[in-house]
């Protein structure tokens, strides 16, 4: 079951998903996602890219409700710095609930990213977080190709560790907390899908990727920074 990826679609990947389910859901992997750490693992690896260079447009792939931009915002707004927000998410009722956030200053895009007509909007920074596994390998090293001739500065990427530890672990905890069956669900296959360090290594390497930093982080989660120079890393 762990040994290899899975590729199984989970329900949140229905592009048509809508009403009382999906709201649910989007508040649950937000609480999730700040219960983790991993919103301020995102924000914690865009504060090291801002402190050597000057980030203008952050573009976030498969952005959800746009929690991790409202976190990005919140920091750039205390360091009175502008910075243009991107969200893109192929779900448009997804994109709508962030909206009601009500941050004018985001810019929210539908598109479907897995499409082979999709195209990475020129940016400094470009991060996912827990989308990249939709990707198979072949994909993903090819997306992570391309996407370096539209990146200026770096790619930030947050990805569960595949694991029996991880696994077990979400299994458990997901049986005492008040979530819904989706996101218990959704929750297992998601890291059933996702990647272990020497996949993504070994990704990186056909990629042509030599300089990154893949960090483990608490909670059994990847953060990895591609720094971008001159479009060849």
């Known amino acids: 079951m762990i040994s290899s990826r899975s590729h199984h679609k989970e329900r949140l990947d229905d ?3 809508e009403g ?12 999730i996602n700040l219960l983790l750490g991993n919103s301020q693992n995102t924000v914690t690896s865009i504060q090291r890219i801002a402190k050597k260079n000057q980030i203008q447009t952050i573009v976030d792939l498969g952005c959800g409700g746009g ?13 009175d710095k502008k910075v243009r927000l991107i969200g893109i998410d ?14 004018f ?5 539908q598109e479907d990213i897995l499409s082979s007509d999709f195209q990475i909007p020129k940016c400094d920074v470009l991060i996912s977080s827990h989308f990249v596994y939709h990707f198979s390998d072949k994909e993903l090293i090819q ?3 391309s996407a370096k001739e539209k990146i200026n500065t770096a790619i930030v990427l947050s990805e569960l560790q595949r694991s029996k530890i991880s696994y077990t672990l979400f299994k458990f905890f997901g049986f005492l907390m008040p979530f819904s069956k ?7 296959l998601a890291i059933r899908r996702s990647f272990t360090r020497r996949e993504l290594e070994n990704i990186l390497k056909e990629a042509g990727i030599n300089e990154y930093s893949l960090r483990w982080k608490w909670w059994f989660r990847f953060i990895l920074i591609i720094p971008i120079s001159s479009h060849d890393a």
């Open 20 to 31: 009382f389910l999906l709201t649910k859901t989007l508040k649950e992997l937000t609480y």
């Open 143 to 145: 997306f992570l190709k």
């Open 182 to 188: 989706m996101v218990k669900q959704d929750g297992l």
């Open 90 to 103: 192929g779900n448009k009722n997804s994109l709508e609930y962030a909206k009601k956030h009500k941050d």
């Open 15 to 17: 592009l048509a998903l």
């Open 105 to 109: 200053e985001i810019e929210y895009i």
């Open 67 to 79: 929690d991790n931009l409202r976190s990005i915002r919140k920091w750039f707004r205390s360091k």
